[in-house]
Each structure stands twice: as structure tokens, then as C-alpha cells.
């Protein structure tokens, strides 16, 4: 049984983690809808992206949704954290924006908390439109602007990626931090409650920044090592930029 | 990833049985009176109710409070942002290394109400996705029209999760036997090489994988499972439930 086999694995590589998910009835009624109505734009636009390149390529298809399982692994992965004595897990969403563009990193960000709210009861259902807000669509467009605004300015494919990965951490936190004091706030004031919240994270969320910058990085300091043609392939580099023209 | 279901539910049980697209509308049902509710009894009775259903279908406790683990640290943590930092009514006061806290009774209750929240609220999809494939949960999201591109992504990314967890699993031995995790910088760089991999994996097998299905007919749609028709005493007997459920929230709140 495939089960059987996988969670031995999964207990092997498992420490206490905490993600930066929010969770399932944590926000009301109201703000569960309104951050569903901002998201579903977003996740419609993704879906027509792929729909369109999806015409000329079958591929691509297969090759989001196995990113997206990547997405989900990388996410679920816990990284300790020294500062804050604990582990958590990086968001994956700046690398997919880097690689595929960042409404198509929407859809992709929505397909792993889909399955994590399911199965493993990291966000939920009723908050499945913050979080897509907060990590798919602040984290991807965070990541994917930042990454291209530093390879316009010259800066070589590690370096935007670590920036890249930096931004869309840290963003993805700034926004789950809001709407979390905006979801939970009562009649209190929005941003003590936001700083508090902030405050919060803060200890675990500022050095998981960082390694979520090196992660990119390093991944795709690989990925232009071993298999460039990748990076041309889905647009992140051109192909005067392959190594063998450098 | 340490609380993937590991073992199936009991097949012989009702709710395994149950229609998909009956108990994916009982739950988003059951899941707005939940979220909607400003009391904590409500959101407790539906989290017990469902933890013991989750027991009766088989999964160890022990699985339970792993998945719990995460929403039990969140809402605690809200619970304590509320208690301090929301409120007006003192409750009372704590000096803890010079810094002068105040718990405020309003506050806590508020704190609480948010909890118990969460634990209604995961206690309900955990059931849900306990007791359903993620096949008959993808049918059902399909039926309800969830976009097409979305469902397939999904169940892609699901046939392909257990795989690339495989070989994940298989780099990452690889690199702890050679030390590459012995340090925090040479972990990190391994960290990189893993997820790097990975994107590799996923690229050559969404091509090997096209080619199969291209030769197997395959047009860029993926086939769904056929629904079979509603049957009436599922359908009545979930409705009665939610009902049932309605009423109770309407009297303890």
C-alpha cells in the first residue's frame, strides 16, 4: 500500500513545524468571503493563462502539476530556524513564479493548499482565498517582479533568485500578518493588533526569509549549472545567457 | 508532510460510502454554520463529533493529533494575542521580567470563541478528507465546477506527489550519508540541490508522462469518474443531519 510505504518516509524526515498558513475557522464568515472574492481574479486569470499555453503544449499541463507537487514538498519540508529554536517551512511560491510566471504560480500555490488544507490540515478550506491571497498571489508577484526588476538591472541568476526568494517570504508573511489582524481584530484598533501579529512572526518568518533566499538561489544556481536549457525553456533566462555563451 | 494519512478508512462504513458531492456539501454546509458562529459551543460539539467519527473510521489517535498539532499551536496563539491584546474588562494582571501584562476577560472570551473555531473547522475537512479519495474529492469539486485546469493540475500533482516524495526521500539520503547536512550552510546548500532536483525530476517526467498519455489518447483533458445518480436516502439523510445540526447551532450558539 502506498501509504504504508510513504509515511516511514515521512516520519524520517519530519521535525515540528509551523507554517504560516492561516488556519482553518480562523477568520469569520465575512473575511473568509471577501478574501475569496479577491483571490478568485487571480486563480481565473491563472487558469486562462495555462488554458492558453496549454493549447500549443500538452506538456505543460503535466509539468504544472508536477511543479506543483514540488511546490507542496518544498513547503512541507521543515527547515530549523536558530532565532527562534523551532522549524518552519519555506513557501516555494517565489521559486514556481520564477520558473512558470506568477499567475500560473497562483494556480499552483492554489493546487498545494488545496491539498495541504485537505490532507494535512495545514490552512483550510474556509481560508483557502487569504491564503491563496497571502502566499500565491502577494508571494508570487512579489517574488516574479523583484526577480525580473534584478535581472533588468544586470544582476546574475543566483542573485535575483535569493532576493526573489527573500521578497516572497517575506511578503507572504506582511500579508498573512494583515489579514490575520484584520480577520481576528473585533472592535480593536487594525494596527497595534497588525505590529503584534507581525511581532509574532517575526523571530521565525525574518531568518526563514533569508533561507528561503539561499534555497532559491542554490536551486537555481543548479538548475542553470546542470540543465540551462530548462530556464530557456519556461523563460528565465535567454538563450545569450546560456553558459556555453558566457 | 508527517501526517499524510497513512492507513484507509473503513470501507464498510456509511461515510465512506457516502456520495462525494453530498458530503462535500454537507461539510462546506456544516462549515459556514461554524465559521458564522460567535460562540464556542458549537464549533466544540461539531469538533467532537467529528474527532469521534474520525476514531470510528479508523484513524489512530495518535494520527489525529498530529494533524491537530499545527491548528492547536495557532489557535493558541491567537487565543493569547486576544487575551492581552484585546479587551477591556481586566481579568488580571501578570508581571513576567518587568513587563506589565493585563489578560482581559472580553478579550478571552473572544480568544476562545476563535479557537474553538479552528478545531470545529479542521476537525470537519480533516473528517472529509479522511473519509474521501482525493479522486471522488476532485469528481465532486469538478461537478460543482470548479474550473477544469484546476482540477487537473490537482490531480496531476497528486499522482505525482507520492513519486517525487519518493525520490525526494532517495537525494536526500544520498546527501545525509555523504554529510550534507553536517553544518548549516552545507545544509542549506543541500537544501538547494534537493528542491533543484526536484524541478528537474518534475520537468523530464511531465515529459515522459505527456508522451504516454499523448500515445494513450490523451487531448489535454483529463477523464473524470462518472457520477452516479443522487440516491434519495443519502441525500435525506444528510440533510436531516445538517438540519439537525442547524438546530442545535441556533439554540447553544
Given at each position: 500500500?502506498?501509504?504504508?510505504?510513504?509515511?516511514?518516509?515521512?516520519?524520517?524526515?519530519?521535525?515540528?513545524?509551523?507554517?504560516?498558513?492561516?488556519?482553518?475557522?480562523?477568520?469569520?464568515?465575512?473575511?473568509?468571503?471577501?478574501?475569496?472574492?479577491?483571490?478568485?481574479?487571480?486563480?481565473?486569470?491563472?487558469?486562462?493563462?495555462?488554458?492558453?499555453?496549454?493549447?500549443?503544449?500538452?506538456?505543460?499541463?503535466?509539468?504544472?502539476?508536477?511543479?506543483?507537487?514540488?511546490?507542496?514538498?518544498?513547503?512541507?519540508?521543515?527547515?530549523?530556524?536558530?532565532?527562534?529554536?523551532?522549524?518552519?517551512?519555506?513557501?516555494?511560491?517565489?521559486?514556481?513564479?520564477?520558473?512558470?510566471?506568477?499567475?500560473?504560480?497562483?494556480?499552483?500555490?492554489?493546487?498545494?493548499?488545496?491539498?495541504?488544507?485537505?490532507?494535512?490540515?495545514?490552512?483550510?478550506?474556509?481560508?483557502?482565498?487569504?491564503?491563496?491571497?497571502?502566499?500565491?498571489?502577494?508571494?508570487?508577484?512579489?517574488?516574479?517582479?523583484v526577480y525580473r526588476a534584478i535581472r533588468r538591472m544586470g544582476g546574475g541568476v543566483a542573485l535575483a533568485g535569493?532576493?526573489?526568494?527573500?521578497?516572497?517570504?517575506?511578503?507572504?508573511?506582511?500579508?498573512?500578518?494583515?489579514?490575520?489582524?484584520?480577520?481576528?481584530?473585533?472592535?480593536?484598533?487594525?494596527?497595534?493588533?497588525?505590529?503584534?501579529?507581525?511581532?509574532?512572526?517575526?523571530?521565525?518568518?525574518?531568518?526563514?526569509?533569508?533561507?528561503?533566499?539561499?534555497?532559491?538561489?542554490?536551486?537555481?544556481?543548479?538548475?542553470?549549472?546542470?540543465?540551462?536549457?530548462?530556464?530557456?525553456?519556461?523563460?528565465?533566462?535567454?538563450?545569450?545567457?546560456?553558459?556555453?555563451?558566457? | 508532510?508527517?501526517?499524510?494519512?497513512?492507513?484507509?478508512?473503513?470501507?464498510?462504513?456509511?461515510?465512506?460510502?457516502?456520495?462525494?458531492?453530498?458530503?462535500?456539501?454537507?461539510?462546506?454546509?456544516?462549515?459556514?454554520?461554524?465559521?458564522?458562529?460567535?460562540?464556542?459551543?458549537?464549533?466544540?460539539?461539531?469538533?467532537?463529533?467529528?474527532?469521534?467519527?474520525?476514531?470510528?473510521?479508523?484513524?489512530?489517535?495518535?494520527?489525529?493529533?498530529?494533524?491537530?498539532?499545527?491548528?492547536?499551536?495557532?489557535?493558541?496563539?491567537?487565543?493569547?494575542?486576544?487575551?492581552?491584546?484585546?479587551?477591556?474588562?481586566?481579568?488580571?494582571?501578570?508581571?513576567?521580567?518587568?513587563?506589565?501584562?493585563?489578560?482581559?476577560r472580553d478579550g478571552l472570551l473572544d480568544g476562545a470563541a476563535i479557537a474553538s473555531r479552528i478545531m470545529g473547522?479542521?476537525?470537519?475537512?480533516?473528517?472529509?478528507?479522511?473519509?474521501?479519495?482525493?479522486?471522488?474529492?476532485?469528481?465532486?469539486?469538478?461537478?460543482?465546477?470548479?474550473?477544469?485546469?484546476?482540477?487537473?493540475?490537482?490531480?496531476?500533482?497528486?499522482?505525482?506527489?507520492?513519486?517525487?516524495?519518493?525520490?525526494?526521500?532517495?537525494?536526500?539520503?544520498?546527501?545525509?550519508?555523504?554529510?550534507?547536512?553536517?553544518?548549516?550552510?552545507?545544509?542549506?546548500?543541500?537544501?538547494?540541490?534537493?528542491?533543484?532536483?526536484?524541478?528537474?525530476?518534475?520537468?523530464?517526467?511531465?515529459?515522459?508522462?505527456?508522451?504516454?498519455?499523448?500515445?494513450?489518447?490523451?487531448?489535454?483533458?483529463?477523464?473524470?469518474?462518472?457520477?452516479?445518480?443522487?440516491?434519495?436516502?443519502?441525500?435525506?439523510?444528510?440533510?436531516?443531519?445538517?438540519?439537525?445540526?442547524?438546530?442545535?447551532?441556533?439554540?447553544?450558539?
Open positions: 500500500m502506498r501509504f504504508a510505504y510513504i509515511t516511514p518516509v515521512l516520519l524520517l524526515i519530519a521535525t515540528p513545524a509551523h507554517a504560516m498558513h492561516i488556519s482553518e475557522g480562523i477568520l469569520p464568515f465575512s473575511w473568509a468571503a471577501i478574501w475569496y472574492a479577491v483571490a478568485a481574479p487571480f486563480v481565473a486569470l491563472g487558469v486562462r493563462r495555462l488554458n492558453i499555453l496549454g493549447r500549443d503544449d500538452l506538456s505543460l499541463k503535466p509539468l504544472v502539476g508536477l511543479l506543483a507537487a514540488v511546490v507542496f514538498i518544498i513547503s512541507c519540508m521543515p527547515i530549523p530556524v536558530p532565532t527562534a529554536g523551532t522549524c518552519s517551512h519555506p513557501c516555494g511560491t517565489g521559486l514556481s513564479a520564477v520558473l512558470v510566471g506568477p499567475l500560473v504560480s497562483v494556480l499552483i500555490a492554489s493546487v498545494a493548499l488545496l491539498i495541504q488544507a485537505l490532507f494535512l490540515a495545514h490552512g483550510g478550506l474556509s481560508t483557502l482565498g487569504a491564503n491563496i491571497l497571502s502566499m500565491g498571489i502577494v508571494g508570487s508577484f512579489a517574488g516574479w517582479g535569493f532576493i526573489a526568494g527573500v521578497a516572497a517570504d517575506w511578503s507572504t508573511y506582511a500579508a498573512t500578518a494583515l489579514v490575520l489582524a484584520l480577520g481576528i481584530r473585533g472592535d480593536a484598533p487594525l494596527i497595534p493588533l497588525f505590529t503584534k501579529v507581525a511581532l509574532a512572526f517575526l523571530p521565525t518568518q525574518l531568518p526563514l526569509g533569508i533561507l528561503e533566499g539561499v534555497i532559491t538561489a542554490g536551486m537555481l544556481k543548479l538548475l542553470y549549472n546542470k540543465r540551462p536549457d530548462l530556464l530557456v525553456k519556461m523563460k528565465v533566462i535567454t538563450e545569450r545567457e546560456l553558459p556555453s555563451n558566457g | 508532510m508527517h501526517h499524510f494519512t497513512p492507513h484507509n478508512p473503513s470501507a464498510t462504513h456509511l461515510l465512506t460510502r457516502l456520495d462525494a458531492r453530498v458530503k462535500l456539501l454537507c461539510v462546506l454546509a456544516l462549515l459556514l454554520m461554524v465559521i458564522s458562529c460567535h460562540g464556542m459551543v458549537f464549533p466544540l460539539v461539531v469538533a467532537f463529533l467529528c474527532c469521534l467519527l474520525c476514531l470510528r473510521l479508523g484513524l489512530p489517535a495518535k494520527l489525529l493529533l498530529l494533524r491537530f498539532s499545527e491548528p492547536l499551536f495557532i489557535a493558541s496563539g491567537v487565543l493569547l494575542l486576544k487575551l492581552f491584546f484585546s479587551g477591556h474588562l481586566p481579568l488580571f494582571t501578570l508581571d513576567i521580567f518587568g513587563l506589565h501584562l493585563t489578560g482581559y473547522g479542521v476537525s470537519l475537512v480533516a473528517l472529509f478528507g479522511f473519509a474521501t479519495p482525493f479522486t471522488e474529492v476532485m469528481a465532486a469539486l469538478s461537478w460543482l465546477k470548479v474550473p477544469q485546469a484546476l482540477v487537473d493540475v490537482s490531480l496531476f500533482a497528486w499522482r505525482y506527489l507520492f513519486l517525487l516524495i519518493e525520490e525526494a526521500q532517495v537525494v536526500y539520503q544520498a546527501q545525509r550519508n555523504r554529510l550534507g547536512y553536517a553544518g548549516y550552510r552545507r545544509g542549506l546548500s543541500s537544501f538547494g540541490t534537493l528542491a533543484g532536483v526536484l524541478v528537474i525530476k518534475a520537468f523530464d517526467n511531465s515529459q515522459n508522462v505527456t508522451t504516454a498519455m499523448v500515445q494513450r489518447g490523451y487531448d489535454g483533458r483529463m477523464p473524470m469518474l462518472s457520477h452516479q445518480p443522487f440516491r434519495g436516502a443519502e441525500v435525506a439523510l444528510s440533510i436531516l443531519v445538517v438540519a439537525a445540526m442547524g438546530v442545535l447551532r441556533m439554540l447553544v450558539v
